[in-house]
């Protein structure tokens, strides 16, 4: 069974004798990645130019395809590795059918191919603190996993209602983390972030009709989403926003472009990351006083 405590961050008031201390002390980073199908590549492309310049985040929290990447860097996976499992990634490897009333994919395919790829760890054992955003059906609340079985968590955070299967957990139903938190930009916080950069690959209304079900089902959640989404960014410090909205929810084929337009994303933002870590350096006690003035 998941436990489903986070651990505060700890905000006691410092002494003046220990200022130096804390000024010293380097930010704890965190990524928060969101969610949207197989353009969740992209989120591989951010993290590959992130340690290029060596920001290695401390903190990944993850919704929906946010959580599926996250989760498997977060066990200690190299982008580059990460690269190489998308680029082999079928259809096949994820996809179990079902006749239900309560959707049409398991979700068993999922949550196994996670877990072979994060060699069975358990959340609380990865290298990096993880959390994996989920929906609880019953009274729609956000539930952040970070213990147990990740792949259940991830499978749970991925279940996109009336297409996945809700997934069952000590009892209790889930669904896609997106319904109540499309980035999780405020786990990330809860979780002890100094420093949030948010990953939005959430596609915007263009004005265009779409025709296929799931480009309808895309642009649905993420309209429904719009005033959550704008929140979560909002509270990062700086915010990626890969060009990826033309690319399909679930052509896992694109998966080479995806990752191309995070890292084409990402790289534009290093000034402003590597200028926020700066502020920090100089004065954390300043730095989380201020007003967020997201870049």
């Not at 955003?133 to 956000?142: E, Q, S």
């Not at 989403?225 to 033309?246: R, T, Y």
């Amino acid at each position: 069974m998941f436990s489903l405590a986070l651990v505060a961050c700890d905000k006691t008031v410092k002494k003046p004798a220990q200022t130096s201390q804390i000024a010293a002390r380097e930010p704890v980073i965190a990524v928060a990645l969101g969610g949207g199908g197989a353009k969740g590549f992209a989120h591989i492309g951010v993290l590959k130019v992130l340690e290029s310049h060596g920001i290695k985040p401390k903190i990944v929290t993850g919704t929906s395809a946010g959580s599926f990447v996250g989760s498997i860097y977060a066990s200690g996976k190299t982008p580059y590795q990460m690269q190489q499992l998308a680029i082999q990634l079928k259809e096949s490897d994820l996809r179990d059918l079902t006749l239900s009333s309560q959707g049409f994919v398991v979700g068993q395919k999922l949550q196994d191919y996670v877990n072979r790829n994060v060699a069975n760890k358990p959340m609380e054992k990865f290298p990096i603190r993880f959390a994996a955003v989920a929906t609880r059906l019953d009274n729609g609340k956000k539930t952040e996993f970070n213990h147990g079985n990740a792949g259940q968590a991830v499978r749970a955070s991925c279940s996109i209602p009336n297409v996945f299967v809700p997934a069952t957990i000590g009892g209790v139903q889930y669904v896609d983390g997106g319904l109540v938190s499309p980035i999780p930009v405020q786990t990330a916080r809860n979780m002890g972030a100094d420093i949030v950069i948010a990953v939005d690959i959430s596609a915007r209304p263009s004005g265009k009709q779409t025709t296929s079900m799931w480009g309808l089902l895309d642009q649905t959640i993420n309209i429904m989403g719009q005033q959550s989404i704008q929140a979560e960014l909002n509270q990062a410090d700086v915010a990626i926003q890969p060009k990826v909205g033309h690319l399909g929810v679930l052509d896992l084929s694109s998966s080479n472009q995806a990752i191309l337009e995070g890292e084409k994303a990402a790289q534009l933002k290093i000034t402003a990351i590597q200028a926020k870590i700066a502020q920090f350096k100089k004065s954390p006690a300043a730095f989380q006083a201020a007003p967020k003035a997201k870049l």
